[in-house]
């Protein structure tokens, strides 16, 4: 089994911590780490052999795109994002998953081409060190205001 479908089968028996809401076509969780605050993922629902956009049919991709969007779209609103990034990669996990990195200025420090750039520019054990893990209280926290914002929109 994969990362992703152990993610989605605590949800299901209420023990990931992470999870914020379930939609249509995936799972809300906040990442485990936190270097862009507000980091998010969206869990297509489905695994199997649906591990590119175009194995969907049309309408699960597009409702699934438009979740995804929505999702976007609460966690700039959530966590102030100057600029949202997107990534649907897949040869860790080949499960369908989104990363949402809401932006901002300096949030790369010095890396990338003058502090500015893609996050994969920020050094990958800076950004998963487990310095970025937020407490048991700023999760509570973080969990609320991207549900509020997703409430407001669905």
Not at 50 to 58: S, V
């Amino acid at each position: 089994m994969c990362l992703i479908c152990d993610r989605i089968d605590q949800i299901k028996r209420g023990e990931n911590p992470y999870f914020v809401r379930e939609l249509d076509t995936g799972y809300v969780v906040i990442g485990d780490n936190q270097h862009f605050h507000g980091y998010t993922l969206f869990l297509y629902k489905h695994h199997e052999d649906k591990t590119e956009l175009f194995h969907l049919d049309r309408a699960e991709k597009l409702k699934f795109l438009e979740e995804m969007s929505l999702v976007a779209q609460a966690v700039s609103k959530a966590f102030g994002a100057e600029k949202m990034n997107y990534e649907l990669l897949g040869m860790g996990d080949a499960h369908l998953h989104w990363h949402l990195y809401p932006r901002v200025t300096g949030d790369i420090g010095h890396y990338g081409n003058n502090g500015k750039g893609p996050v994969w520019w920020y050094p990958m054990e800076k950004m998963y060190s487990d310095d970025n893990r937020p407490t048991e209280h700023e999760l509570s926290e973080m969990k609320q205001k991207l549900l509020t914002e997703l409430n407001k929109l669905l």
